[in-house]
């Protein structure tokens, strides 16, 4: 039997990683970008569920201005895209990695969702989330909501 699973994710972000030998406060750091990559904890959880067979769909708010890169993986892994467009920019989040495996992240707090896309938000996923055997809201909340 097939499972269905729908993943929210409130304040999704792109993950800017990077790899330092070792963070100098207070100092010009030389940092080796490893990769962009569209994230957040819902969208994580969607892609390991997607990784083991299970029909998965992702939904919540991404920002108008940068949303091509979380678009292009949810095409790319087969994900079921339920996302509303807002006239904002998804955040951007650095995960820097130091030679000692220590990793600092820098988490910016994203857009603000107001209150008349909070409530098309609500009302759209009521009409679609009935569907699934499981709902995972996960990660951190935009402001606003």
């Not at 098309?120 to 935009?142: N, P």
Request: hydrophobic content about 40%.
């Amino acid at each position: 039997m097939s499972r269905r699973v729908a993943t929210i994710t409130l304040n999704p972000a792109y993950y800017l990683v990077g790899f330092t030998p070792e963070i100098e406060h207070g100092e010009v750091n030389l940092v080796k970008i490893t990769g962009l990559h569209a994230a957040g904890k819902g969208v994580n959880v969607a892609k390991v569920l997607k990784d083991l067979g299970i029909n998965v769909t992702v939904g919540s708010f991404l920002g108008k201005e940068n949303q091509d890169g979380f678009r292009q993986l949810f095409s790319e892994l087969g994900i079921t895209n339920r996302f509303q467009v807002v006239p904002s920019r998804t955040r951007i989040n650095v995960k820097l990695t130091e030679q000692n495996n220590y990793v600092t992240d820098l988490n910016f707090s994203g857009f603000e969702v107001n209150q008349q896309d909070w409530d098309h938000f609500t009302s759209d996923s009521l009409t679609w989330l009935g569907q699934f055997d499981m709902v995972c809201f996960s990660g951190s909340l935009s402001s606003g909501v």
